[in-house]
Structure formats: structure tokens, C-alpha cells
């Protein structure tokens, strides 16, 4: 898990709730990421961030909202708008590393955040 | 369309055998292919990284092949424990990912059971 922390671990909502994860990281990583496990799917891209201030909508990024105030943090908050938020919530945070003429682009990925909708 | 496909879905096989799990990808042009193992209910790690150019990459009981002509990637691992069992996914980058957000594209993972 690196130094990427996600709370809580588990989270419970009920209908028309919002909710807000945490996504912190000491790593001093420009970028950061969220994504959403559902079973038997790869990750798909909710939102990412690539310095303060600023951040750019992903694949499926209705009914969520972000902010980057600070580089170590990247909130994701799940509003009563994401009509089947119940997944597993995955936090990522990017260094790039240069390789010759090859560039990695190497993510580390928090613990998750499990959201429940009851 | 860029996409990662893994086969197979699922897994069992009893500790201390091998076995492959294969990764077929259509993104192009792109600049490297990682594993990642994740256990349940806990975020992915990197197992091995491959840029295009290179063909194997190891790390201890896993190796990793990329054959960059047929788009295919293969994960092996080798004298399996039970510690093994986890999901499995092959994560493709695209080239000049950097300007694109460092966007990566997901398999959707092979889910390995290893059996005592």
C-alpha cells in the first residue's frame, strides 16, 4: 500500500446521502487518482489529478465530485446523483520515472474504500 | 477501441504446481505492460513492468513474457503457494501517457485459488 492511505475501510450510505472518501499520500506525487472495482471488471477511471487545483473527469465521473487543495490529498465524494455506487473504491498516486527512451508511469495504489448503499 | 482482455476468468490449482495466466491487449501504440497481483479487499501491486522492447521480466516465483507482435503478455508463476491466491491483472499504459493524464488501461483480472 505504499504511503497512500484511504478511510474509512468500510462505508455504508443510505439513499439520497452523500458521501466522502479520504485519499491521502506522503509520497510526493504530483498525480492522483480514483477508480471503481466492480466485480468481474477492470478499474475504470472516475477522476484524476495531475497538480493542485486542477483535475480532469474520467471515464465515469457522474455523480462524483473531487477536489485537490493540497498535493497530499484527493478527496472523492459520492453523491446521491451515482445511482449504483456500491463498489470498491480505489485510490492511485503517480511518479514518473524516465528510462532511456522509455517513460514508466508507475501508480501505487491505496488499501480501498468499500461502499455500501443500504 | 483500446482494450485488455484476460483468460481465464478463474482459477484452482493445488500449491506447489505452475501455472500461466494470459493477457491479450489491442492498445497501441503503447509504452508498457505491467502485472499487478491484489488480494481481496486490498489495492493492487506491481509485480513486474515490461516496456515494448523488452520480452521477460522476472520477480522471484513470477515471470512475465510480452510478445509486442501478437499484442500478447503471459504471467507464470511458478511452485504456487497459498499466498498466491489472488487476482490477477494485466494493466497496459498507452505511449505519451503522461500527456493524456497518466491514464492506464485495466483487464478485468484472472482470479487464482491455490489449494493445499
Known amino acids: 500500500d505504499g504511503g497512500i492511505t484511504q478511510s474509512p475501510k468500510y462505508l455504508f450510505r443510505k439513499e439520497g446521502q452523500n458521501v466522502t472518501l479520504s485519499c491521502e499520500q506522503n509520497l510526493n506525487h504530483d498525480a492522483m487518482y480514483w477508480y471503481r472495482q466492480d466485480p468481474g471488471q477492470g478499474l475504470r477511471l472516475i477522476y484524476y489529478s495531475q497538480i493542485v487545483n486542477d483535475f480532469q473527469k474520467g471515464d465515469i465521473a457522474e455523480g462524483y465530485s473531487v477536489s485537490r487543495e493540497k498535493k497530499e490529498s484527493f478527496p472523492l465524494t459520492v453523491t446521491s446523483a451515482q445511482k449504483n455506487p456500491t463498489a470498491f473504491y480505489l485510490c492511485?498516486?503517480?511518479?514518473?520515472?524516465?528510462?532511456?527512451?522509455?517513460?514508466?508511469?508507475?501508480?501505487?495504489f491505496g488499501p480501498g474504500t468499500r461502499l455500501t448503499v443500504l | 477501441k483500446n482494450q485488455v482482455e484476460q483468460s481465464p476468468q478463474s482459477l484452482i490449482i493445488l500449491e506447489g504446481k505452475n501455472c500461466t495466466l494470459q493477457c491479450n491487449y489491442t492498445v497501441s501504440p503503447f509504452s508498457n505492460l505491467r502485472w499487478y497481483k491484489q488480494d481481496t479487499g486490498r489495492g493492487p501491486v506491481s509485480l513486474t513492468i515490461?516496456?515494448?522492447?523488452?520480452n521477460t521480466k522476472s520477480n522471484g516465483r513470477y515471470t512475465a513474457t510480452l510478445d509486442a507482435d501478437t499484442k500478447q503478455s503471459s504471467l507464470h508463476i511458478t511452485a504456487s503457494q497459498l499466498s498466491d491466491s489472488a487476482s490477477y491483472i494485466c494493466v497496459v499504459s498507452p505511449r505519451n501517457v503522461y500527456n493524456q493524464g497518466g491514464k492506464l488501461i485495466f483487464g478485468q483480472g484472472t482470479e487464482l485459488s491455490v489449494k493445499p
Open positions: 515490461m516496456t515494448f522492447s523488452e
Open positions: 492511485a498516486s503517480r511518479r514518473l520515472l524516465a528510462g532511456g527512451a522509455h517513460t514508466y508511469n508507475e501508480q501505487f
